[in-house]
């Protein structure tokens, strides 16, 4: 089974919040950078946010800044992404991964529909 799982997925109007999570089994997410990515109906996957493990700094896509937070919540073993000020386009199925020179390593979940629409 997929060694990384990711929820919180749902339907919210345009201006709704959501909180998605990357829950990792068999391995410690804190000594990996980790990145979350989505994939819109007909289009490729693309980065969207992703937190390195030493010094916790954060990148976020340019059309997310402000209004998406990546962060680590070591106890739970996950790494968590905030949503807020969602738009239709961020419409997706999300997926989290750990990543390695902007790439990512292990093979894809079956990741977390968010749907934004009125």
């Known amino acids: 089974q997929s060694q990384l799982v990711e929820s919180g997925g749902g339907l919210v109007q345009p201006g709704g919040s959501l909180r998605l999570s990357c829950t990792a089994s068999?391995?410690?997410?804190?000594?990996?950078?980790i990145g979350w990515f989505r994939q819109a109906p007909g289009k490729e996957r693309e980065g969207v946010s992703c937190?390195?493990?030493?010094?916790?700094?954060?990148v976020y896509k340019d059309s997310v800044k402000g209004r998406f937070t990546i962060s680590r919540d070591n106890a739970k073993n996950t790494v968590d992404l905030q949503m807020s000020s969602l738009i239709p386009e961020d419409t997706a199925v999300y997926y989290c991964?750990?990543?390695?020179?902007?790439?990512?390593?292990?093979?894809w979940g079956q990741g977390t529909q968010v749907t934004v629409s009125s």
């Open positions: 937190i390195t493990a030493r010094a916790f700094a954060t």
């Open positions: 991964n750990r990543v390695r020179d902007n790439r990512p390593v292990f093979p």
């Open positions: 068999g391995f410690s997410l804190d000594y990996w950078t």
